[in-house]
């Protein structure tokens, strides 16, 4: 099956879903000991959104918001909000494009934790822009515990996103992360801890960071940028640049225009 790209992606025609059920209704047959969990968390449901819902419930099941209720929550995000459910598809795209570890939809969707946990900050944000601050701030604790990733449900992240591997990362309350982006593990979209307010970076399209790298302050990566692992960025990053090192400064440049569809780490010359 082809790739779904933005424009095709529709309630009445969804290819990434077909994928996954295609994929995962073979491997119910190839291995019998994980055919009672294929079944429950995918083959039983009629849609992704229902699948998902199922899935990210049982993950954050606690003893204070059991995954019965975790999932009348989620299901509600998704019935209010449609555009929910285009950015899942999108993100998922993501992974299975640009993880060279991905060989399908269905391997990230079941088991990549940093899918699982953008996913689940999706419902926060649902909830904090709707005023449940309380119940977007648990959830936040939870995928913090179980994923070890930690996002502010405030933050403002666009789609087709991929977190590789999601270990630690970190992104901030005021931070904004733009589309086609790629953050490796260990990155933190943080503030300086001397600010107050708008304290946090903002991550243009098509932007790949690199393992460890620290972003820090209210400042900006440009679009189609590239920072390299392990980097402190205190400044603002240009357009179509690399930056490297502490403190991070301008190295070079990326390969393409847009560095995070690649996963291309190189330097194309210098600036």
Aim: charged share 20%; hydrophobic share 40%; aromatic share 4%.
């Amino acid at each position: 099956m082809t790739n779904p790209t933005r424009e095709s992606i529709s309630r009445h025609s969804d290819p990434v879903w077909e994928c996954i059920r295609e994929s995962v209704a073979t491997a119910a047959q190839q291995e019998p000991v994980l055919a009672s969990f294929l079944h429950a968390t995918v083959l039983n449901h009629d849609s992704l959104e229902a699948s998902l819902s199922f899935l990210l419930a049982q993950k954050l099941d606690s003893m204070n918001a059991p995954a019965l209720l975790l999932r009348e929550v989620i299901d509600e995000a998704f019935s209010t909000d449609s555009t929910i459910g285009d950015t899942i598809r999108l993100d998922l795209s993501a992974v299975k494009e640009r993880d060279s570890a991905c060989p399908d939809h269905a391997v990230p969707f079941l088991f990549f934790k940093g899918f699982h946990a953008l996913q689940s900050y999706r419902i926060a944000n649902w909830l904090w822009n709707h005023d449940r601050h309380p119940l977007a701030l648990f959830l936040q604790n939870r995928i913090s515990c179980e994923f070890s990733v930690d996002i502010h449900p405030a933050a403002r992240i666009g789609s087709g996103i991929l977190l590789d591997h999601a270990s630690g990362v970190v992104i901030g309350e005021t931070a904004v992360v733009g589309n086609d982006v790629s953050i490796m593990q260990a990155v933190t979209l943080g503030g300086t801890g001397k600010e107050s307010g708008d304290r946090h970076p903002k991550i243009g399209n098509g932007v790949l960071i690199g393992a460890g790298a620290k972003i820090l302050g209210n400042i900006r990566v440009g679009d189609g940028a590239m920072v390299s692992a392990g980097s402190v960025v205190l400044k603002d990053v240009p357009e179509h640049t690399t930056v490297a090192g502490v403190p991070a400064k301008v190295v070079g440049k990326p390969c393409s225009d847009a560095p995070a569809l690649e996963m291309n780490h190189e330097l194309s010359g210098q600036p």
